[in-house]
Structures are given as C-alpha cells and as structure tokens.
C-alpha cells in the first residue's frame, strides 16, 4: 500500500471525529423522563381511554375529534369502554388535565415538537399562557 | 387475426371519425347546454333538489323597517364582536368583521333606482356572510377549509385553511375577511368558549353553527332588541322565517349572480 501511514493515520482522525458525539456525551447521563403532573384523583377516575393508549396515540385521537366535530358535526365520543364524553379539548381534555405546562408541555417540550393548539384555542384556567 | 397496414389504417380512420361524431352529439344536445347554463346561474336541478331534500336550510330574515329606526345601534355587531373573538386593530385596512353595515344603495347595487324610496336614503344597512346556496367560496377553495353543510351554512375549518385568499377573490358580498396580523393582542376581552384565530387564515359570520348546534340562535339575533333578525329553518313551513317570507316583500344581495344568498331583507 502506497502512503499507508497517512492513510491510516487520517482514517483514524476520520473515525474519531465521526464517532466524536459518542465521546462527548460519554459520561453524560440520559435525558430526564418527563415528570407529569396527573390530575387529582377525585376529578375522574380515567382518561377518555387507556393511558398506553392516550401516550401512543392521543395526537391521532385529538385529529378525529376536529375533524369530527368542525366537519361532521358530530359532537360526542363514544371510547372503547362505552363512556361518552363530548368532543372537546378544552372542556374535556383540559378540564382535568387543567394545566398544559405541567402536563402537556413537559412531553412536547423533551419530545421537541412544538403542537399549535393555543395559537387558537385558549387554555380555559390560564388564558395568558396561551401564545 | 392477420391485419395489413392498409387495413389498420381504415380501421384507425373509421374510429377517429366514430368518436368524433359521439363528442359532436354531446356539443350539439339541447339537455347538456340547459344544464351548464342553468348550473353557472345557480338554479340548476341539483342545488333545488339538494335543498328540499335537506331537513333544514338555516336562513336570515332581516327586517329594515325596524333595523333602520336605530341607525347608531350596533349592538349585533358588539354580541358578534364579543361572542367570536374578532379583534379590533383600531384601522380599516386590516378589518375583521363578520357583520358589519353598509349604506342601503351600495347594499343593493342591482336595485336602484333613480328615485329611490326615500326612507332608505343614507340609511346603513347590516350584511353578512350570506351563506349561500350555491357558494362561489367553496368551489374555489383548494383546501376543503370551506364547505357547504346539509343544512346550508357554509363553514369554515380555520385548522385546515392555508390563507390564500381564493375565497375572499370569489365572494361578491366582501364577506371574508383575512387575518394579516396576529389577532390575539387586539381583542379586548377573550371568550374562552370560542378559539381566536391566527395570522394568516380567512374568516366570515357561519350563522352561529356553535350556538345553533346548542339549540341556541346566532348572537346577534339574540343581541337585536328591535327583534329586526329572525333565524330559522327555511323547509319548515311552520318556521317564522317562512311565515315572514310569506307575508311580506323581501330582497336580497345581487341574485343576479347565482349564488342564492340566504338572508333576506324586508324592505
């Protein structure tokens, strides 16, 4: 092999500084989980559906609602346990999940994607945080 | 099968001519013609059946005779100001209104005459999305963000509207209106019951869907102390719409276009 000493050389430079992130976060310890503030029990004993459920698909769930209440008119959710509630963000979801920044925003913000739900609707207990 | 070229060249012949005679009898049949034009004038049988086979067809009946006895009244637009959220940016250029008042001969532009009943002169008139029957708003919109409902009121879904301004071109009664700044500082007090909007989305008067789904009637009929707006359904016979309609003359915006503009005024 000709010039095999830098070749080799610059390879290792070339692995280090690809595999640098790697080094730098070392020691470092992972992301916290994201400590959420749950409603007091008293409110409502659950969630319009299953907590594995609302975790994984609660964005899906709050899509169909919009789309079902503004364009199908149709105001009420029957969940998989036969409850109803109304279709309704800040009267169902916020009235026990009451605070965004203690609940929602905590997920969103270690998640880092960034919902537009208040450049509209308004928080009903914290009107000034919204925007 | 054996073709030469000579015999695929007649038979290419022969269907180009079969084809072309087939677009010709569509050009030339009566029944097509009657439709495009009865459907660009916006009576067309499906818009009449759609309308009749509907439970219900929300319309307004605006009595000017009582309306204009209060020229500086605006408590309507003051309940629909509040009710909705519509901001107040303090100028004309970048106006948000869902009813707003116009004076009676710009109103009616295909109505007037040279003399004109003088109790209606410089007298302002309240307009409003007319929601229409046959919405030139929807059809041009590319996003579905407005669309007619069963029961007539052309709705907006502002999650869905990219703010083009389609609809704004499109609508002859100037009712849409753009947000061109963030609305949110320029309301003066927030009704949590009802999202503002953003910069960048279209808005109109919906008749109220929120409150009529509510069994509620819009907030500015509610807010009229004249009694001068009447809401209601247009198929039931028994509605005090339709037993206004009958019993006195009505007028509406530029029917001339087609649109069939559901709010009536009696004059």
């Known amino acids: 092999m000709y010039d095999s000493g830098k070749i080799i050389v610059g390879l290792i430079i070339f692995v280090g500084l690809f595999t640098s992130p790697f080094w730098y976060d070392a020691n470092s310890k992972a992301g916290e989980k994201p400590d959420l503030v749950l409603p007091a029990k008293e409110n409502q004993k659950a969630c319009v559906e299953s907590a594995a459920f609302m975790r994984s698909s609660h964005m899906v769930l709050l899509n169909d609602w919009r789309n079902e209440f503004v364009r199908e008119n149709v105001t009420t959710y029957t969940s998989s346990n036969g409850k109803t509630y109304d279709m309704s963000l800040t009267n169902t979801c916020m009235n026990c999940h009451s605070n965004s920044s203690q609940f929602c925003d905590r997920c969103h913000t270690y998640m880092d994607v960034s919902p537009y739900c208040w450049d509209c609707h308004i928080e009903p207990n914290n009107p000034e945080s919204s925007k | 099968m054996n073709i030469d070229r000579r015999k695929f060249f007649k038979i290419l012949g022969f269907s180009t001519i079969g084809l072309a005679a087939g677009k010709l009898s569509n050009i030339y049949s009566k029944n097509k013609v009657v439709k495009f034009i009865s459907k660009t004038a916006g009576s067309s049988k499906e818009f009449i059946s759609k309308r009749i086979l509907a439970k219900k067809r929300y319309a307004m009946v605006v009595d000017l005779r009582k309306c204009i006895s209060q020229q500086g009244c605006t408590k309507c637009i003051d309940a629909c100001n509040r009710t909705h959220n519509i901001p107040d940016f303090g100028e004309d250029k970048d106006e948000i209104k869902w009813i707003w008042k116009e004076p009676y001969e710009n109103t009616f532009v295909d109505q007037e005459n040279f003399y004109m009943t003088e109790k209606y002169n410089d007298k302002m008139v309240p307009v409003f999305c007319n929601n229409c029957d046959n919405p030139p708003c929807v059809n041009v919109c590319p996003t579905q963000a407005t669309w007619q409902r069963d029961d007539g009121i052309v709705m907006m879904d502002w999650h ?108």
């Not at chain 2, 869905?160 to 071109?169: P, V």
């Not at chain 2, 209106?177 to 999202?195: A, E, G, L």
């Not at chain 2, 206004?244 to 276009?257: A, C, M, V």
Request: positive net charge; aromatic residues 10%; charged residues 25%.
């Open chain 2, 160 to 267: 869905r509207c990219i703010g083009c301004r389609y609809c704004m071109a499109a609508c002859p009664y100037g009712s849409r209106s753009f947000n061109w700044r963030d609305p949110r500082p320029f309301i003066k007090n927030i009704n949590p019951d009802f999202p503002t909007r953003m910069k960048g989305v279209v808005e109109k008067c919906t008749f109220c869907d929120e409150r009529v789904s509510q069994g509620l009637s819009p907030a500015c009929v509610e807010a009229c102390t004249e009694k001068a707006m009447v809401f209601g359904n247009l198929n039931d016979s028994e509605s005090e719409v339709r037993q206004l309609l009958k019993e006195n003359f009505s007028i509406r915006r530029k029917p001339g276009l087609g649109t069939n503009p559901e709010i009536y005024y009696l004059v």
